[in-house]
Structure formats: C-alpha cells, structure tokens
C-alpha cells in the first residue's frame, strides 16, 4: 500500500493538478489547497483520498452505463492510493503516510459524498459510483473517503501507508 499521486488545487475546479508533495496541516487540510481551512476545524472534510482502482473500475465496460478514462486528481482527490481498500476501512482508520519521525497521519471520518459542483460530473459516473448493501439498495458512494489530519507532515508519491484500524469496526457512514 502506497501513495501513488498526490494533488491540490488553489482554485475552485473539478480536478486537482499533481504535484511532487502535498504538506499536511493539522486540523486543517492540504497547505495551499483551495479547500485548505485558515484556521483548526471539526470537519471531516479536509483531505479526499481515493485509491487508483476506482480509475481502473470506471475505465471498464459496463452495460449500463459508459466507461471513464480517468487519472489522479481527475476526481478532485487530494492523495490517490495504490494498493488500499479505502471503502472497506473502518471509521477512525488512521492512515499513516511513511515510517520517518513526523510522518503525516489522517484520520478517516467517512465516504465522500458529493454535494457540489454535480452538474459538472460527466454523465453516468456518479452511477457508476454508487456503492449498494446486499439489497441492492444505495448507501453511498465509491468516490473515496474523507479525513482529518492528526499529525502534519509531507506526503508524496512513493511514501508507504500503514494502516492502524480502531479497536472497534465501525461501518464507513457519509461526509
């Protein structure tokens, strides 16, 4: 499990451009990021994470809907993941990004559930993104998870991820 990508943005797009690394602030967000809070906040909404194998599910075929051609950042993801089952996580997940002293550590608060900005999603992919329980029923989406960040610190690609899953599982709700 690894960070493959990683993105920000200064200005309010769909995608956030590659960058080399992205700097980690605590209870805040992603330095120089447009969604980047001025000052330590409560949401859950400060770092979007999502893992490269949703680009690879929704470049597939379907017979219902159309295939995306998609890459990092194209979602509006902060961090983009190789190898790291993100909707599986438990809520309170922390995700720690390297092993070195003052390594960056995000709590997992939840799937992201997009609220804004919907008209300018392609046609057909947030369908495609609907994650439904065993009755078919819709209870979320696979666009990601949402985080705080606990600990500050530097993020780039290459940077393995260990996972610490809380005592207790706790199914991944919407933020």
Same mark, same amino acid.
């Given at each position: ?10 200005? @309010? ?34 770092? @979007? ?50 092993? @070195? ?66 005592? @207790? ?7």
């Amino acid at each position: 499990m690894s960070v493959l990508s990683v993105q920000m943005s200064t200005e @309010h797009t769909f995608y956030k451009s590659p960058t080399q690394y992205i700097y980690l602030l605590a209870n805040c967000g992603v330095q120089g990021d447009i969604h980047c809070a001025t000052s330590p906040t409560t949401s859950p909404r400060q770092v @979007h994470i999502i893992d490269s194998s949703l680009f690879a599910h929704l470049a597939s075929h379907s017979s219902k809907h159309p295939s995306f051609a998609l890459s990092p950042g194209s979602l509006g993801e902060n961090i983009t993941t190789d190898g790291l089952d993100l909707i599986s996580l438990s809520e309170g997940t922390r995700l720690h990004f390297g092993d @070195h002293e003052g390594h960056a550590v995000v709590k997992v608060m939840g799937l992201r559930n997009p609220k804004k900005r919907l008209d300018e999603w392609p046609e057909g992919l947030l369908e495609r993104c609907k994650l439904k329980d065993k009755k078919g029923k819709t209870v979320g989406r696979t666009v990601g998870v949402m985080g705080v960040v606990e600990h500050e610190g530097y993020v780039q690609p290459g940077y393995t991820i260990y996972v610490d899953q809380p005592k @207790h599982f706790r199914a991944l709700g919407n933020v």
